[in-house]
């Protein structure tokens, strides 16, 4: 912020506390760093906090003296000795901002916590709440609940979170559910450090606002690892870890917020790593896709896709009606690094290695541009498009049916033009001829095409190479003289081949018998 213009824009710091041992700001293994921090208060006391930010002569700001009180202790133990033998009585005896603390045990119980509490387990592996295959283990309805250290497991929803402010879940491990974690109109909720898995979709939010969803490991789900509705989630998804899902991350609101930040989660094993479809609501950011079928679709969407490593795929990006960003990647794939399907993208500056198939492929696009990738050898394929801008950088380029208003090809580089033709053998009243034999010959006499007509006179479609530019220079091809055999007879006819056509080649008939007769008998009397 300054004085004259208000609210300026999110910074990164360096998060510090001064007494860790009352409240501890918490962090990537320990580490604070980013526009937002989680502070947990451990104990009663008094601390500050300081922030350093990580821009121009890196200022800092410091809180004032936090006062940490403690909270009144109320004990729940499956096997006596403490307060409360079940988890919901406890909760129904304490007031606001209590603490309550479960000692090991299994509590086969649904708990409705509607308020501010506080709700440990003594170890996170030996509390365990049991939804005993009922509608919701754990529901939540009051701001500011704390929970943490349990296992969550056997429910339709592991954790229902239900028009709640600042909650705060973590370091529990919920498994076994339909969804794990449903966050429903939920504002600043902190979810950190939890494991969710083995169900159909492990996290799912719907109207939430500024949720921080983060480190996380969610997995083997067999829908979705997360999913969102219509959710303004300004720093949401972050430094979380997606694995042995089907689609890793989903996003689909059907209102286009301002974009969400998904940055620096690990993806890995998933079928698709992450499907955007029908909303561009969403920048990804620094995060890493590994192995799976597919890293990123973005499917109606035009998704900035930036700085992201994918390694191991089937295919990195696909697209598809995709205007996106799509820049600064690094892609090591197996069919294709970037294949998109209509739109117009902007792909540049991505380094794309591919182990076989094409590095690039592109279909119906309508002014994309192509720039500043390096392909290491690899191929780009585009088919029937127009490119605004088609930079060649150590690849070979492929143009099928297809331009580019600019085009640039580096010293390395190879690019060719090819146009889609098919010929049509008929005799002088225009019937198709069945079975002619048809070459093309390019203009250095070279065959360029060798094959035959089908019972309608037509041969198959086929591609000729009409121009080949490199940076020494354009070698053109054309004309082409296509050749046509029929009954014995060869006509022939040469066209300039500059874009998709059909070429009609006339056969006269062959000489009959009776023309032969007669023309011997000619040479006889003249003799």
């Given at each position: 912020?300054?004085?004259?213009?208000?609210?300026?824009?999110?910074?990164?710091?360096?998060?510090?506390?001064?007494?860790?041992?009352?409240?501890?700001?918490?962090?990537?293994?320990?580490?604070?760093?980013?526009?937002?921090?989680?502070?947990?208060?451990?104990?009663?006391?008094?601390?500050?906090?300081?922030?350093?930010?990580?821009?121009?002569?890196?200022?800092?700001?410091?809180?004032?003296?936090?006062?940490?009180?403690?909270?009144?202790?109320?004990?729940?133990?499956?096997?006596?000795?403490?307060?409360?033998?079940?988890?919901?009585?406890?909760?129904?005896?304490?007031?606001?901002?209590?603490?309550?603390?479960?000692?090991?045990?299994?509590?086969?119980?649904?708990?409705?916590?509607?308020?501010?509490?506080?709700?440990?387990?003594?170890?996170?592996?030996?509390?365990?709440?049991?939804?005993?295959?009922?509608?919701?283990?754990?529901?939540?309805?009051?701001?500011?609940?704390?929970?943490?250290?349990?296992?969550?497991?056997?429910?339709?929803?592991?954790?229902?979170?239900?028009?709640?402010?600042?909650?705060?879940?973590?370091?529990?491990?919920?498994?076994?559910?339909?969804?794990?974690?449903?966050?429903?109109?939920?504002?600043?909720?902190?979810?950190?450090g939890n494991l969710i898995m083995g169900g159909n979709i492990g996290v799912l939010t719907n109207e939430s606002y500024d949720d921080a969803i983060r480190w996380?490991?969610?997995?083997?789900?067999?829908?979705?690892?997360?999913?969102?509705?219509?959710?303004?989630?300004?720093?949401?998804?972050?430094?979380?870890h997606f694995h042995d899902n089907k689609v890793g991350y989903y996003h689909d609101p059907t209102t286009e917020y301002p974009p969400m930040e998904f940055d620096?989660?690990?993806?890995?094993?998933?079928?698709?790593?992450?499907?955007?479809?029908?909303?561009?609501?969403?920048?990804?950011?620094?995060?890493?896709?590994?192995?799976?079928?597919?890293?990123?679709?973005?499917?109606?969407?035009?998704?900035?896709?930036?700085?992201?490593?994918?390694?191991?795929?089937?295919?990195?990006?696909?697209?598809?009606?995709?205007?996106?960003?799509?820049?600064?990647?690094?892609?090591?794939?197996?069919?294709?690094?970037?294949?998109?399907?209509?739109?117009?993208?902007?792909?540049?500056?991505?380094?794309?290695?591919?182990?076989?198939?094409?590095?690039?492929?592109?279909?119906?696009?309508?002014?994309?541009?192509?720039?500043?990738?390096?392909?290491?050898?690899?191929?780009?394929?585009?088919?029937?498009?127009?490119?605004?801008?088609?930079?060649?950088?150590?690849?070979?380029?492929?143009?099928?049916?297809?331009?580019?208003?600019?085009?640039?090809?580096?010293?390395?580089?190879?690019?060719?033009?090819?146009?889609?033709?098919?010929?049509?053998?008929?005799?002088?009243?225009?019937?198709?001829?069945?079975?002619?034999?048809?070459?093309?010959?390019?203009?250095?006499?070279?065959?360029?095409?060798?094959?035959?007509?089908?019972?309608?006179?037509?041969?198959?479609?086929?591609?000729?190479?009409?121009?080949?530019?490199?940076?020494?220079?354009?070698?053109?091809?054309?004309?082409?003289?296509?050749?046509?055999?029929?009954?014995?007879?060869?006509?022939?006819?040469?066209?300039?081949?500059?874009?998709?056509?059909?070429?009609?080649?006339?056969?006269?008939?062959?000489?009959?018998?009776?023309?032969?007769?007669?023309?011997?008998?000619?040479?006889?009397?003249?003799?």
């Open positions: 912020y300054n004085a004259t213009s208000g609210y300026l824009g999110d910074v990164v710091a360096d998060w510090t506390s001064n007494n860790s041992a009352v409240c501890e700001v918490r962090g990537w293994y320990g580490f604070a760093h980013g526009s937002s921090v989680q502070l947990l208060l451990k104990n009663a006391g008094v601390c500050s906090v300081t922030a350093t930010a990580t821009i121009r002569g890196t200022p800092t700001n410091t809180t004032g003296p936090l006062t940490v009180n403690a909270r009144t202790l109320v004990t729940v133990d499956d096997s006596g000795g403490a307060d409360f033998t079940r988890i919901q009585d406890a909760v129904d005896f304490a007031q606001d901002g209590y603490r309550i603390l479960v000692y090991a045990g299994t509590y086969r119980e649904s708990v409705l916590v509607g308020k501010e509490l506080e709700i440990a387990g003594e170890a996170r592996a030996s509390v365990v709440l049991d939804g005993g295959r009922g509608a919701t283990a754990l529901t939540i309805r009051a701001d500011r609940v704390v929970i943490h250290n349990l296992t969550i497991e056997n429910a339709h929803y592991g954790i229902f979170q239900d028009r709640t402010n600042n909650t705060r879940l973590y370091d529990t491990t919920i498994r076994r559910y339909s969804v794990g974690l449903f966050n429903e109109h939920t504002l600043n909720a902190w979810v950190a996380n490991d969610i997995s083997l789900n067999s829908v979705y690892g997360a999913k969102s509705y219509n959710s303004r989630l300004r720093n949401c998804f972050n430094w979380n620096g989660n690990t993806l890995e094993d998933n079928d698709v790593g992450v499907r955007v479809e029908n909303t561009s609501s969403i920048a990804l950011t620094n995060n890493t896709f590994l192995r799976g079928a597919v890293g990123l679709e973005l499917l109606n969407s035009s998704a900035p896709a930036d700085r992201n490593t994918f390694s191991g795929l089937g295919v990195g990006i696909r697209c598809i009606a995709s205007d996106s960003n799509l820049t600064n990647n690094v892609v090591f794939a197996e069919a294709s690094g970037i294949t998109c399907t209509g739109g117009a993208p902007r792909i540049e500056g991505n380094d794309i290695t591919v182990a076989s198939g094409v590095a690039i492929a592109l279909v119906n696009v309508d002014g994309a541009v192509v720039r500043g990738n390096d392909l290491h050898g690899g191929a780009i394929r585009v088919v029937n498009s127009r490119l605004a801008v088609l930079e060649v950088v150590n690849a070979t380029a492929v143009l099928e049916d297809s331009t580019a208003d600019q085009l640039a090809v580096d010293a390395v580089s190879r690019l060719e033009s090819r146009w889609t033709v098919r010929l049509k053998a008929v005799d002088p009243d225009g019937v198709g001829l069945s079975g002619a034999h048809v070459r093309a010959v390019d203009i250095s006499g070279d065959v360029a095409f060798e094959g035959a007509t089908g019972g309608d006179g037509y041969t198959a479609s086929f591609l000729l190479i009409a121009e080949v530019r490199t940076a020494a220079g354009v070698e053109s091809r054309n004309p082409f003289t296509f050749e046509v055999a029929h009954g014995g007879v060869v006509a022939s006819r040469t066209v300039t081949v500059f874009g998709p056509m059909e070429v009609v080649v006339t056969v006269p008939p062959a000489p009959t018998p009776w023309s032969l007769l007669a023309g011997l008998a000619l040479a006889i009397v003249a003799s």
